[in-house]
């Protein structure tokens, strides 16, 4: 069965960087659209970008624009978050997602989701 774990998570310092994973224990990844969301304590879980089967890329969070970015490795069968200038703003759950159809901010698109990972961004 078809499974998405994310990775690469944990604490950093502002203005720091990190890269997070996303990968499919079943599925290739080339064949649908990912998006990788975030949930801070005390607020809704929002979209941030999306990389679709066709590398189309979508970027819907305006606090991220310039700093984050979405890439794929099919090789690895990985999709990536990399996250540059890292704000304690940033500090939260993050997960990746998956649908078969296309690239969307509205959560209810997406099927299937990973159990998050940890970022926190503090001195």
């Known amino acids: 069965q078809s499974q998405l774990v994310e990775s690469g998570g944990g604490l950093v310092q502002p203005g720091g960087s990190l890269r997070l994973s996303c990968t499919d224990s079943g599925f290739q990844m080339t064949y649908y659209a990912i998006g990788w969301f975030r949930q801070a304590p005390g607020k809704e879980r929002e979209a941030l970008l999306c990389?679709?089967?066709?590398?189309?890329?979508?970027t819907y969070a305006d606090s991220v624009k310039g700093r984050f970015s979405i890439s794929r490795d099919n090789a690895q069968n990985t999709i990536y978050l990399q996250m540059n200038s890292l704000k304690p703003e940033d500090t939260a759950i993050y997960y990746c997602?998956?649908?078969?159809?296309?690239?969307?901010?509205?959560?209810?698109?997406?099927?299937?989701w990973g159990p998050g990972t940890q970022v926190t961004v503090s001195s």
């Open positions: 997602a998956r649908t078969w159809t296309h690239c969307s901010a509205y959560q209810n698109n997406f099927g299937s």
């Open positions: 990389i679709n089967s066709s590398e189309g890329k979508s």
